[in-house]
């Protein structure tokens, strides 16, 4: 066989770059077997595609010229095409609950796992789901992705900056504009500097980022811009090696991770509608001295303190069933019912937005005053705490369509009630990295003992693989070093701090007397709901309730009567309408329904 018949071929392909050697006198036909032998095995190989460029090519299916030879394309020794292909359809999936156990019990390298093999399973176990959805890449989610409403919203600003005019350094006339008073990004670092903005807003993170990927100049095809963390092993790598532990490769392991203050944040600020969500809230560890865990309903909305800026606006605090102790709380994920309280809140125009839990100690002065346990030489969040905020944030995904996995981040916020310097109580904000979810996610890091570290875990071998992982600190004289993580690292590297407060006026969205209509899942305290409780708030034994209209305004009520079935589908649509907008005339027709009348004469009764 002559040397000159023989050539290699380059080809550069969205799973990497391969070399296939053929000789001139071979069919195409022989050329796409060779291809169909290097590529991933789920790759179907009647979708090859070849192209002379990466984009805006000359592009040819393989499957039209497969009687052709090699001789005849006019291709020399050496050269690179690109392929692209399509993947085999995903085999039928499993339901949830088996998938989500096999998920938790098989290893990389396929032998299953008992639960007494991973004493960190309870800590870092997240849902099948959304492992899945953060691996695999979503084509065209530009096209696909549903974003949350106030990303759309937010997408169709523009975002700029006005500045006024300049008195010393503008000389130009009223109408005149230069570089001292022209608008600004919303990134622009002088203002943020001026301002004293520790991390940039979501949007004007994407922006930036946008701008530095896809430039209009450059003429090249659009990628999105955004990509998530990821630190775990590829299992279908291209090289062809047995899946780890048994191979691996750099095509397939995860880069080394270095540790860094997350520079943009997802949300922004967290308001409370009302101040007597708070005050109602710790309620609890005032009438038992245990701890008390909540999640937060709300929604969404422009936040115009920072450029493109988005705030969570909490109306209302659901508290779960858990066992309340009085350093710490138990509490079940998912907890029983935990879908019909979401049912009440959409209907409402509500969504989980975040957690929020107490960590109170009375200083035994008998002034009303607690004990400082968070503060700047102890921690923030507990590295126990980071790590179940983390799976929270993973469970919570936000949608964006301009991430190539067709989601980046999360929206869930975690509040603290906490003592502050003063002695008094009051309410802190964070969220966790995104590198912080994905650490938790791969198995990387655990609880610590001391609560301002974070754990890096041992690799096993077999069912972990970690990374080597670093972070920069300024040493004893200064300097900027880089120092291994292990065997821990300070937790303020996987932390993003948020600010929060109340409005000026306040306008709740559900406007009974808090407090009246009993909480959820408070019988330890002696506080329980019944139909007595329902009567009452609604001012049946009186003939007409205290406030009126707005006494089915509460939504820990809105959920009981979810649960006690009484109301239709409809029904239940018309009274959150009521709660909601307090409107006369709805709420005359929620009177005449059948099982309005049905409840008020079931009530009648009881009392």
């Known amino acids: 066989m002559s040397p000159h018949s023989v050539m290699i071929l380059r080809f550069r392909s969205p799973d990497g770059t391969f070399r296939v050697q053929v000789e001139l006198a071979d069919a195409v036909s022989t050329l796409k077997a060779k291809l169909a032998e290097v590529v991933p095995k789920d790759v179907n190989p009647q979708s090859f595609v070849l192209s002379d460029q990466p984009a805006n090519g000359q592009t040819r299916p393989l499957s039209e010229i497969l009687d052709s030879r090699i001789q ?21 999936k499993t339901p949830a609950s088996t998938t989500k156990s096999a998920a938790a019990s098989i290893r990389l390298n396929g032998q299953p796992v008992k639960p007494s093999e991973d004493v960190s399973h309870k800590y870092t176990a997240t849902t099948a789901d959304s492992a899945v959805h953060d691996v695999e890449k979503v084509s065209d989610p530009w096209e696909s992705v549903e974003q949350d409403p106030i990303d759309e919203e937010l997408e169709k600003l523009d975002g700029k900056i006005t500045r006024s005019r300049d008195q010393r350094m503008c000389k130009h006339g009223p109408k005149g504009m230069c570089d001292y008073c022209m608008p600004v990004e919303p990134y622009d670092a002088a203002y943020l500097a001026e301002k004293k903005i520790k991390h940039l807003s979501f949007h004007a993170y994407l922006r930036k980022t946008n701008t530095l990927t896809n430039r ?25 090696h047995a899946p780890w532990p048994e191979g691996i490769c750099s095509k397939c392991q995860p880069s080394a991770i270095t540790l860094q203050p997350q520079t943009f944040r997802m949300v922004d600020h967290v308001e409370f509608s009302d101040p007597a969500l708070i005050n109602n809230f710790i309620d609890f560890w005032r009438r038992s001295g245990c701890q008390r865990i909540g999640y937060l309903y709300g929604r969404y909305a422009p936040y115009p303190e920072i450029p493109l800026g988005i705030k ?5 605090i659901y508290e779960p069933p858990q066992i309340c102790e009085p350093d710490g ?35 035994a002065t008998g002034t009303g005053t607690v004990v400082c346990k968070r503060h700047i030489d102890s921690y923030y969040l507990s590295s126990l705490e980071i790590v179940f905020v983390a799976r929270l944030q993973a469970q919570y995904p936000n949608p964006s369509k301009w991430s ?14 906490s003592g502050n310097e003063d002695g008094g109580i009051d309410v802190a904000a964070y969220q966790v990295s995104n590198s912080a979810v994905e650490m938790v996610r791969a198995d990387i890091i655990e609880p610590c003992a001391e609560p301002g570290k974070m754990l890096v875990r041992e690799e096993d071998g077999k069912s972990r693989y970690v990374p080597e992982v670093f972070f920069r600190h300024k040493n004893e004289y200064g300097v900027n070093v880089q120092e291994n993580a292990k065997p821990a690292f300070p937790v303020e590297y996987l932390l993003v701090t948020l600010t929060h407060g109340f409005p000026t006026s306040a306008n709740p969205m559900f406007k009974a007397p808090s407090g009246k209509f009993p909480v959820e899942n408070r019988e ?84």
């Open 329 to 363: 709380v138990t509490l079940s994920s998912p907890w029983e019912g935990e879908k019909k309280v979401d049912e009440v809140a959409a209907l409402c125009g509500l969504r989980k937005v975040g957690v929020i839990f107490t960590d109170l100690l009375d200083d």
């Open 404 to 417: 190539e996995t067709g989601r980046f981040g999360s929206k869930f916020v975690t509040c603290v009630v």
């Open 72 to 92: 005849d394309l006019g291709l020399r020794h050496g050269d690179m095409l690109y392929l692209s292909y399509t993947k085999a359809a995903e085999p039928s």
């Open 312 to 316: 969570a606006v909490v109306e209302a």
């Open 216 to 240: 209009p100049e450059l003429k090249s095809s659009y990628m999105p811009p955004l990509s998530e963390p990821n630190y775990r092993i590829r299992k279908s790598c291209p090289s062809g």
């Open 524 to 607: 330890v305290i002696g506080v329980a709901q019944d139909h007595t409780a329902v009567a009452e708030q609604l001012g049946v034994k009186s003939g007409s309730p205290e406030g009126g209209i707005t006494a089915v305004s509460d939504f820990h009520m809105l959920v009981f009567l979810k649960n006690w079935g009484i109301l239709e589908e409809k029904e239940e649509e018309l009274l959150a309408q009521v709660a909601t907008t307090v409107d006369p005339r709805i709420g005359d027709k929620l009177l005449q329904t059948p099982g309005w009348q049905t409840l008020m004469t079931i009530l009648k009764e009881s009392v």
